[in-house]
């Protein structure tokens, strides 16, 4: 499809700059369409794309929520730094929401299972 091969153009520093922008939105409560215009201009990052994955983190480490799939080196990236940087509450947080990803894609038809095996895969590591 398409959106893999879009998906696949997001590079790791991209993946970077949106999660230290999360950061600042956490911690500052800065504003994330200025944050993801910032992302957009300093690594070339579409914006629009650059407010998903700055969301996905915001949702993943304060509510246990993914609302958009996210690429697979944020996937794995994301619990590295999410467990580094807030603590075992927020990564079972965020590991609860891969699991509930899977669930909603599975429901709706959609290839699903890869959020799991992470999960899986962090949980017994």
Same mark, same amino acid.
């Given at each position: 499809s398409n959106?893999?091969?879009?998906? =696949? !153009?997001?590079?790791? $520093?991209?993946? +970077? !700059? +949106? %999660?230290?922008? !999360?950061?600042? $939105?956490l911690r500052n409560g800065e504003p994330k369409p /200025?944050?993801? @215009?910032? $992302? =957009?201009? =300093?690594?070339?990052? @579409? !914006?629009g794309s650059a407010r998903i994955y700055i969301d996905a983190v915001v949702s993943? $480490?304060?509510?246990g929520t993914l609302?958009? @799939?996210?690429s697979t080196f944020a996937r794995r990236s994301f619990l590295d730094w999410i467990a580094r940087d807030y603590g075992a509450d927020a990564l079972a947080r965020a590991l609860c929401a891969y699991r509930k990803r899977d669930e909603w894609l599975k429901l709706h038809g959609y290839?699903?299972?890869? %959020?799991? /095996?992470i999960a899986d895969e962090y949980s017994q590591s």
């Open positions: 959106e893999g091969a879009f998906m =696949s !153009a997001i590079t790791e $520093v991209q993946i +970077c !700059a +949106c %999660y230290e922008a !999360a950061g600042r $939105v /200025k944050l993801a @215009d910032y $992302v =957009s201009r =300093s690594t070339g990052m @579409d !914006a993943l $480490v304060q509510r609302g958009r @799939d996210i290839s699903y299972g890869t %959020y799991t /095996k």
